[in-house]
T-cell receptor, first 114, second 110 residues
Framework: EAGVTQFPSHSVIEKGQTVTLRCDPI?????LYWYRRVMGKEIKFLLH????????ESGMPNNRFLAERTGGTYSTLKVQPAELEDSGVYFC????????????FGDGTRLSIL | RKEVEQDPGPFNVPEGATVAFNCTYS??????FFWYRQDCRKEPKLLMS?????NEDGRFTAQLNRASQYISLLIRDSKLSDSATYLC???????????WGAGTKLIIKP
């Protein structure tokens, strides 16, 4: 079974540019999550999709971040325009239906804003 | 106060020793608990879920004390390959959002 895959693995862009991260969850997992770890801090929740619907986006830092999951399969997270403080590792995770199910993580996208 | 607190580490331990990680959480309504392991520059990987009755998987034992809001992980007969950062994770009220500790780095020395 393929795991959660994320693309790209690394991205280096300049402040003010736009970047789009992609996540392909484990096949059949309705729940998809985005998390972020900025240097020196804990991993923080960004948002949660159930199929194509945003269930919880309370962790999104501001309106420069836009997440979509059209069709309920893969998801994208767009940052526009990118700022220096957006640098970090962005993880995607997925889980099957059911309360308390463990979440399985992708390798993450390491984003560096110059 | 952080929602999930762990020993700051790092732990430097000789191979074969027993290692204990401690974690406390602030939200008494939390229902699900996990230990994840993260190798350098890799994704977090689920090590084990933690149940009230305690659970064991080979050399690893996890325990939960709801009254004290305390979670532990014990590694027996530690191996070089156990070197990693161990993350205590609590599922929040929503039953989906994971709340992460900062992690404790473990270094096993030969």
């Amino acid at each position: 079974e393929a795991g959660v895959t994320q693309f790209p693995s690394h991205s280096v862009i300049e402040k003010g540019q736009t970047v789009t991260l992609r996540c392909d969850p484990i096949s059949g997992h309705d729940n998809l999550y985005w998390y972020r770890r900025v240097m020196g801090k804990e991993i923080k929740f960004l948002l949660h999709f159930v199929k194509e619907s945003k269930q919880d986006e309370s962790g999104m830092p501001n309106n420069r971040f836009l997440a979509e999951r059209t069709g309920g399969t893969y998801s994208t997270l767009k940052v526009q325009p990118a700022e220096l403080e957006d640098s970090g590792v962005y993880f995607c995770a997925s889980s099957p239906q059911g309360v308390g199910q463990p979440q399985h993580f992708g390798d993450g996208t390491r984003l560096s804003i110059l | 106060r952080k929602e999930v607190e762990q020993d700051p580490g790092p732990f430097n331990v000789p191979e074969g020793a027993t290692v204990a990680f401690n974690c406390t959480y602030s939200n008494s309504a939390s229902q699900s608990f996990f230990w994840y392991r993260q190798d350098c520059r890799k994704e977090p990987k689920l090590l084990m879920s933690v149940y009230s009755s305690g659970n064991e998987d080979g050399r690893f034992t996890a325990q939960l004390n709801r009254a004290s809001q305390y979670i532990s992980l014990l590694i027996r007969d530690s191996k070089l390959s156990d070197s990693a950062t161990y993350l205590c994770v609590v599922m929040g009220d929503s039953n989906y959002q994971l709340i992460w500790g900062a992690g404790t780095k473990l270094i096993i020395k030969p």
